[in-house]
């Protein structure tokens, strides 16, 4: 017998990537601005921020993303009001026809989109050398010890992210098809792993135990950290020590409290335990991120 072979219809394709960047900005944070031949795309991890793309102005929350087309000049601007920013940034070189869609386009992501960004910021910390946070680096270095792929895998997350970004331009109403029951199951974990999550950043001031969370989630301890390290790929007292250090690191660029402070907002018993975290998270203490965050500044 013999087989046709149906060439796959290839509406979207990214194959040059130009930079990979995440920063972590203190306030008073001012990119003069730039403009180039490529496509570029600003998401908001944390945080707010003030975009301009030409001559547009746009105050940019947590979740939301900006592209800004080739040619487009735009800068970056974090107030003294704003909330300190982490912003994910990728540059890239796109000549499908159906990229005009991202012309002067701002979204506020959906749960499926930023589990698709997160995929891609994760392949991109695999796949590249440091530094991440460097504005003026933009050479791309691949790791010699890279996972498998990584690079692929990483343009696969950046297409697909692009094609769910149009389909949902396409179709706005998002269709209420009935799924499959594994599917149905596999929402579920993640709505209760996105409750653990909000619990847990509601709590930050506080020693939170396992058995708290277990006791809040009417959860037992096996099955609450089976469904959590499925959902966010470590054990939940682990993710909640993450988060302790991400609110420290912003509160270091609010510049509002001192280390001993922050320590006690953040539930440690001494300023020792909270730096040995710190350094251990970031691999330096909370006095030099804290001179990193204005040397950035004045950059």
Known sequence: MEFARHTLAEMLAVRKLISFHY????????FEGEQHDFWELLYVDKG?????ADERTHQLEQGMIIFHKPGEFHTVEVSQQHKPPNLFVLSFECTSPCMEKFENLILQLGT???NLLSLLLQEGFHSFEPPYDNSHIHELI???N???????????YLETLLIQLIRLQENDERQAVRKPASFQSEKAEQQTAERIISFMRE?????????????????????????????AGVGPM?????????????LIREQQSNMTEIAAQLGYSSIHYFSRDFKKATGMPPSDYARSAKARVKA
């Open 238 to 250: 682990d993710y909640f020590k993450q988060l302790k250090i991400e609110e420290a690191k912003t």
């Open 112 to 114: 499926r989109e930023r």
């Open 142 to 144: 691949s790791r010699e």
């Open 203 to 231: 709590h930050l001031s506080e020693q939170l135990t396992l058995d708290k969370l277990c006791e809040e989630l009417h959860l037992g301890k096996s099955r609450l950290k089976e469904i959590f390290h499925a959902q």
């Open 48 to 52: 707010s921020v003030e975009v301009r």
């Open 146 to 156: 890279a996972p498998f792929a990584s690079e692929q895998a990483m343009r696969n």
């Open 23 to 30: 920063f972590e900005f203190a306030k008073g944070y001012v």
